[in-house]
């Protein structure tokens, strides 16, 4: 990866300022000069101001008049940026190091979409490289049939941290906007697939999550999750998906940093 190689990230507020202003000053201490600007979304109104007093990065800061789902915020992020590539940060991460270092410089450039590899609070790695959902995979996992974890043969990286190139995520029209809450990591991973980039996954860039599991505890948060599988199950993205993952056989690694699918006319 060239050094000269710049960043913009992006992290929206649900009322968590508090967090988002630890999460920047992790930034201010352990991100390096490829960051270049971070934008923050405050998706509500918020009580406790945003602090990022000696970032040696530009912070911009946009304010919703009404609160919009994960990807309206991130699309209308990237309208600010103007770099190689462009992260969505949650703003409940920890870094204890310059994990978006490390993942830029893991990037190559048939990759459209690189995550690193996420770990709980307690050091057990987060299930955040997951096989595209089926609905008996859904089921299994709420009747804990089937164990959270970090599958090898990945089709999706959750989205609490992604490193999207931005020549791919403009050519895809960024997160379809239709899914609200989740699924919008899913459908693009999926999208990027068929449009011919990689998903890199890089175990070697290490952050903290502190995950917040809303749809288990919160009926409207369940609706929504519902209500985007529904609408992924559905979609011909989600069919053509499955049809050529079957044709192709299981994801292949391409090395100990990051495994990926074949492009949809079968190259490597």
């Given at each position: 990866?060239?050094?000269?190689?710049?960043?913009?990230?992006?992290?929206v507020s649900h009322g968590q300022m508090r967090l988002v202003n630890t999460l920047i000053a992790d930034l201010i201490r352990h991100a390096g000069p490829p960051l270049k600007r971070l934008v923050v979304t405050l998706n509500v109104p918020q009580a406790e101001a945003l602090r990022a007093d000696g970032a040696p990065f530009e912070v911009i800061t946009l304010r919703n008049d009404r609160a919009l789902g994960f990807g309206a915020n991130h699309n209308r992020a990237f309208r600010h940026c103007n770099t190689d590539w462009f992260a969505v940060?949650?703003?409940?991460?920890?870094?204890?190091?310059?994990?978006?270092?490390?993942?830029?410089?893991?990037?190559?450039?048939?990759?459209?979409?690189?995550?690193?590899?996420?770990?709980?609070?307690?050091?057990?790695?987060?299930?955040?490289?997951?096989?595209?959902?089926?609905?008996?995979?859904?089921?299994?996992?709420?009747?804990?049939?089937?164990?959270?974890?970090?599958?090898?043969?990945?089709?999706?990286?959750?989205?609490?941290?992604?490193?999207?190139?931005?020549?791919?995520?403009?050519?895809?029209?960024?997160?379809?906007?239709?899914?609200?809450?989740?699924?919008?990591?899913?459908?693009?991973?999926?999208?990027?697939?068929?449009?011919?980039?990689?998903?890199?996954?890089?175990?070697?860039?290490?952050?903290?999550?502190?995950?917040?599991?809303?749809?288990?505890?919160?009926?409207?948060?369940?609706?929504?999750?519902?209500?985007?599988?529904?609408?992924?199950?559905?979609?011909?993205?989600?069919?053509?998906?499955?049809?050529?993952?079957?044709?192709?056989?299981?994801?292949?690694?391409?090395?100990?940093?990051?495994?990926?699918?074949?492009?949809?006319?079968?190259?490597?």
């Open positions: 990866m060239n050094s000269d190689v710049q960043l913009t990230a992006s992290v940060l949650n703003p409940d991460l920890r870094l204890s190091d310059d994990a978006l270092g490390l993942l830029l410089a893991a990037c190559e450039p048939q990759d459209g979409l690189v995550a690193p590899l996420i770990l709980n609070v307690d050091g057990t790695a987060a299930d955040a490289a997951r096989r595209v959902p089926t609905p008996m995979q859904v089921i299994a996992r709420r009747l804990g049939r089937q164990r959270p974890g970090t599958d090898p043969d990945f089709d999706w990286l959750a989205g609490m941290c992604l490193l999207l190139n931005s020549e791919a995520f403009r050519s895809l029209g960024g997160f379809d906007e239709r899914y609200f809450m989740y699924c919008e990591d899913t459908d693009l991973c999926l999208r990027m697939q068929l449009a011919g980039w990689r998903l890199r996954h890089v175990t070697g860039a290490r952050l903290v999550h502190d995950a917040r599991r809303d749809s288990h505890r919160s009926l409207r948060h369940l609706g929504w999750h519902l209500a985007s599988l529904i609408r992924l199950w559905r979609s011909p993205v989600f069919r053509t998906y499955m049809r050529r993952r079957n044709q192709l056989g299981p994801l292949r690694r391409t090395g100990l940093s990051g495994e990926g699918l074949p492009s949809p006319d079968g190259r490597p």
